[in-house]
Every structure is written in structure tokens, then in C-alpha cells.
């Protein structure tokens, strides 16, 4: 009995240090957003003794976070879009195909070699690249964002595809259906809990990612996306933290409504697809 109420108390005792770990960058970086530099030189961690919005307002001066937000909603919008139409439809040709096909066993792996290679050994390749392309642009992220999703989507995929009985698609085929019109009738609406984790992940990714557009699109503030325009707050000597926790409070609050709505769909499409059948 004692020992049972020593694992509770451990086990809330981890939970409160687990929540103090969350709670306290929201809260650093909401107080700051609401202090002027001076209180943030005085102390970094106190409280400000009004909530000044001029930060807010210093961010939306100009135009440059529009500029920015409405890139960071082109480019992700766009990747959920190419995500959605071409990944389930290559991962349930590869998992129908590769149980007797060399050649789809073959890319099936390859693909699954890129989920262990960082993105720190690519990126100079992949900027090369892109810039060899005239790429360096929001479109041309895009093209690089669905590429480099492909991996861990297909993986996903056909681990979920294995897990949904092989004989209703068998069933359509002896009522006439062909190929395309199982897929899209049969197979493709019961990929939705997969999909769901894998455009949420994406789009979370996307959101907030920093490093692929600093190295693509950081050439013109015109291209800049919203973790670029509050980087740039800063100059050679020193850092504008009030406007840049302002500019990161404004760009945090969509994609966290958009998690908290849809974080059942995650859980819930993670689990589905954990176990091969």
C-alpha cells in the first residue's frame, strides 16, 4: 500500500515538473510580449507592471506581417494540399504492390532510409539545388516541403493501409469497380485518421519550421515567412525581445487553436496505424 502511494506521489511530482517545463516558456514569452525593453532589461522574468501594446503595434507597422503571415499560410496550404493528393495514393500503390514486386520493396525502403538522414547533411545539397532551379521562393518551398514530407508520409501510409482487410477491395473489384475507383470509393475515406495525423503534423512542421526557409528564402523580406519576421527583429548588436515575443504571440495563436481542435485525430490516427495486421 505505502509503496503504491510512493509511485502516485513520484508520479505527480513528474507530472507538476512536466507542466512547469510547458507552463514557463508561455508565460515568459506572454509577459515579454507585454513589456517594454526596459522592463525586460530590469528582469526577465517579472512580471510588467502594464500591458503595453505598442509591440503589437511596432509588429503590425509597415505591412511586413501580413506580408509574412499571408506566405506562411500560401506555403502551408499548399503542402497540406500536395500532401493530400499524392501521398495516400502512392503509399497504397507501394503496399499493395511490394509484397510481389522487387521493384516497390526496393523504393519502400529507399524511402524509408530518408526518415534516418538530418536535414544538417542535406541542406547545402537541397539549397544548391533549388538555387540551380531558380527556386529560391515560396512556390519552390513548397515543392520542397512535399518532397521532403514524402518519407515519413509513406511510411505512415502503408502501415496503415496493412492494417485495412485486403478482401474490400477485392469485394469492389468483383462488382466491377477498377483500381481507381476502389481507391477513391473504398480505400481513400478510410485513410482519413491517417491523414489527419500526417497534414496536422505537417502543418504544424510548416508553421513554425525556421531553418528550410532561412536557407531558401531569406534573400528577399518579400518571400519572408512568419519565424523569418520575427528573427529579423534584431540588429548586429542586439535583440528587440518585446517585438519579437509580440510577433511570435500573434503567428503562435492560429496553429495552436488548429492543434488543440484537432489533437484527438493524431492520438487517434498514430494509434490506428501502430500495429501491422
Same mark, same amino acid.
Given at each position: 500500500?505505502?509503496? @503504491?502511494k510512493?509511485? /502516485?506521489v513520484l =508520479?505527480?511530482? %513528474?507530472?507538476?515538473i512536466? !507542466?512547469?517545463?510547458?507552463?514557463? &516558456?508561455l508565460y515568459?514569452t506572454i509577459?515579454?510580449?507585454?513589456?517594454t525593453?526596459?522592463?525586460?532589461?530590469?528582469?526577465?522574468?517579472a512580471?510588467?507592471?502594464s500591458?503595453?501594446?505598442?509591440?503589437f503595434k $511596432?509588429v503590425l507597422?509597415?505591412?511586413?506581417?501580413?506580408r509574412a503571415f499571408?506566405?506562411? !499560410?500560401?506555403?502551408?496550404a499548399?503542402v497540406?494540399l500536395?500532401n493530400?493528393? #499524392?501521398?495516400?495514393?502512392? @503509399?497504397?500503390?507501394?503496399s499493395r504492390?511490394? +509484397?510481389?514486386?522487387? #521493384?516497390?520493396r526496393i523504393v519502400?525502403y529507399?524511402?524509408?532510409? $530518408?526518415i534516418?538522414?538530418?536535414?544538417?547533411v542535406?541542406?547545402m &545539397?537541397?539549397?544548391? *539545388?533549388?538555387?540551380? %532551379?531558380?527556386l529560391?521562393? &515560396?512556390?519552390? %518551398?513548397?515543392?520542397?516541403?512535399?518532397?521532403s @514530407?514524402?518519407?515519413?508520409?509513406v511510411?505512415?501510409y502503408?502501415?496503415?493501409?496493412?492494417s485495412?482487410p485486403k478482401e474490400m477491395?477485392?469485394?469492389?473489384y468483383? +462488382?466491377?469497380a477498377?483500381? *481507381?475507383q476502389?481507391y477513391?470509393?473504398?480505400v481513400?475515406?478510410?485513410?482519413?485518421?491517417?491523414?489527419?495525423t500526417v497534414? #496536422?503534423?505537417?502543418?504544424l512542421?510548416?508553421?513554425? +519550421?525556421?531553418? *528550410?526557409?532561412l536557407v531558401?528564402l531569406?534573400r528577399s523580406?518579400?518571400?519572408?515567412?512568419l519565424?523569418?519576421?520575427?528573427y529579423?527583429f534584431r540588429?548586429?548588436?542586439?535583440?528587440?525581445?518585446s =517585438?519579437?515575443? /509580440?510577433?511570435?504571440c500573434?503567428?503562435? %495563436?492560429p496553429?495552436? !487553436?488548429f492543434?488543440?481542435?484537432?489533437?484527438?485525430?493524431? #492520438? $487517434?490516427g498514430?494509434?490506428?496505424?501502430a500495429?501491422k495486421?
Amino acid at each position: 500500500m505505502n509503496h @503504491s502511494k510512493s509511485s /502516485a506521489v513520484l =508520479r505527480h511530482i %513528474l507530472l507538476l515538473i512536466g !507542466v512547469g517545463f510547458i507552463i514557463l &516558456p508561455l508565460y515568459m514569452t506572454i509577459i515579454t510580449a507585454f513589456k517594454t525593453p526596459a522592463e525586460n532589461m530590469a528582469s526577465f522574468f517579472a512580471f510588467p507592471q502594464s500591458f503595453n501594446l505598442e509591440n503589437f503595434k $511596432g509588429v503590425l507597422e509597415g505591412g511586413g506581417y501580413f506580408r509574412a503571415f499571408f506566405n506562411t !499560410v500560401y506555403i502551408t496550404a499548399l503542402v497540406i494540399l500536395g500532401n493530400m493528393a #499524392i501521398m495516400p495514393a502512392m @503509399s497504397y500503390a507501394i503496399s499493395r504492390s511490394m +509484397d510481389t514486386s522487387r #521493384i516497390y520493396r526496393i523504393v519502400y525502403y529507399f524511402l524509408l532510409l $530518408g526518415i534516418f538522414i538530418p536535414f544538417e547533411v542535406k541542406m547545402m &545539397p537541397l539549397v544548391k *539545388l533549388m538555387s540551380w %532551379l531558380h527556386l529560391l521562393h &515560396p512556390t519552390g %518551398l513548397v515543392i520542397l516541403c512535399i518532397s521532403s @514530407s514524402t518519407c515519413e508520409a509513406v511510411f505512415l501510409y502503408v502501415g496503415f493501409l496493412y492494417s485495412i482487410p485486403k478482401e474490400m477491395e477485392e469485394a469492389a473489384y468483383i +462488382d466491377g469497380a477498377t483500381t *481507381l475507383q476502389t481507391y477513391t470509393k473504398v480505400v481513400f475515406p478510410l485513410l482519413k485518421p491517417m491523414m489527419a495525423t500526417v497534414l #496536422i503534423r505537417n502543418g504544424l512542421w510548416i508553421w513554425n +519550421d525556421f531553418m *528550410l526557409p532561412l536557407v531558401t528564402l531569406n534573400r528577399s523580406d518579400k518571400f519572408w515567412t512568419l519565424t523569418l519576421f520575427q528573427y529579423n527583429f534584431r540588429t548586429e548588436y542586439s535583440v528587440d525581445y518585446s =517585438r519579437t515575443f /509580440a510577433a511570435f504571440c500573434m503567428s503562435m %495563436l492560429p496553429i495552436l !487553436v488548429f492543434y488543440v481542435f484537432m489533437q484527438k485525430n493524431i #492520438i $487517434g490516427g498514430l494509434t490506428s496505424g501502430a500495429v501491422k495486421s
